[in-house]
């Protein structure tokens, strides 16, 4: 599982989607997962891969 989400942050380069705003931004995967990056946008840190399904 865990393999899984980093082969997956790989493919994407660490680049995450703001889903309030929608701006990309590119921010090491483990610090998203702590809740450390914001957005620059809109301050949100709520942000997704590139790729939603
Ligand atoms: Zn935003």
Redesign the pocket.
């Known amino acids: 599982m865990a393999k899984f989400a980093e082969a997956e942050a790989r493919r994407f380069h660490n680049t995450f989607v703001?889903?309030?705003?929608?701006?990309k931004m590119k921010a090491p995967n483990m610090k998203v997962m702590q809740g450390k990056v914001?957005?620059?946008?809109?301050?949100?840190n709520?942000l997704r891969t590139v790729k939603k399904k």
């Open positions: 703001c889903r309030i705003c929608k701006s914001s957005c620059r946008k809109c301050g949100s709520k």
